[in-house]
Every structure is written in structure tokens, then in C-alpha cells.
């Protein structure tokens, strides 16, 4: 059974940053893509970042040049640096993963509050 367990959020100031991470247990051939979306409340949920096994990468426009994903092929683990914190970037933020046989799964979600 795969889960994805998400640990990094938390409260932070606007300007500041925190890293998102995400350990993936349970594939035996790995994922071919894994991402972070958020949902803010009353919002859908959104595609925040992506990246593809081989390293490709994708940005939402609100978070290009702020936001950085990154993955440890080898952990199984998907990261997201975030800084330059806004307080529109409020949201819980969950981890997304598909295998290779295109099985979709998802993280608890962790809230990332930015507020003074």
C-alpha cells in the first residue's frame, strides 16, 4: 500500500520561508511523476509544482521564481522550498503521486499559514 507522509508546514512571517517534504513508501518501481497542489479554503485545489521522474519540472505562475520542487529518486521523496512567503500562499498543501501504471495517490496534507 503506498502512502506519502508530508511534514514542513507551519506559521511564518511574509518574506519567509519553509521546506515541504514528502516520503513516499510502498511502490516498488518508484513514480513517475510526483507534485505538491494547496487548497486554500473555499478554493479548489490547484497544482502548485511538478516533477517528472527524469527531473522535469512545472510551476504554477503565482509561484514560479519563489517556489523550487526537488526529488530524492532514491528516497522516494519529493521537496518544496518555498520562499518569498505571501499571505495569499496560506494553504494546506498536499503531496501527489503517480506510479507508472498511472495509480494517483495522495498525502494527509500540511497547513502552511503565512501571517504577521
Known amino acids: 500500500q503506498v502512502q506519502l507522509v508530508e511534514s514542513g508546514g507551519g506559521l511564518v512571517q511574509p518574506g519567509g520561508s519553509l521546506r515541504l517534504s514528502c516520503a513516499a513508501s510502498?511502490?516498488?518501481?518508484?513514480?513517475?511523476?510526483m507534485a505538491w497542489y494547496r487548497q486554500a479554503p473555499g478554493k479548489a485545489r490547484e497544482l502548485t509544482a511538478s516533477?517528472?521522474?527524469?527531473?522535469?519540472?512545472n510551476y504554477a505562475d503565482t509561484v514560479e521564481g519563489r517556489f523550487t520542487i526537488s526529488l530524492d529518486n532514491g528516497k522516494n521523496a519529493v521537496y518544496l522550498q518555498m520562499n518569498g512567503l505571501k499571505p495569499e500562499d496560506t494553504a494546506t498543501y498536499y503531496c501527489?503521486?503517480?506510479?507508472?501504471?498511472?495509480?494517483?495517490?495522495w498525502g494527509q496534507g500540511t497547513q502552511v499559514t503565512v501571517s504577521s
Open positions: 516533477i517528472a521522474s527524469g527531473g522535469t519540472t
Open positions: 510502498g511502490s516498488k518501481f518508484g513514480f513517475a511523476t
Open positions: 501527489y503521486a503517480m506510479t507508472y501504471i498511472a495509480s494517483i495517490y
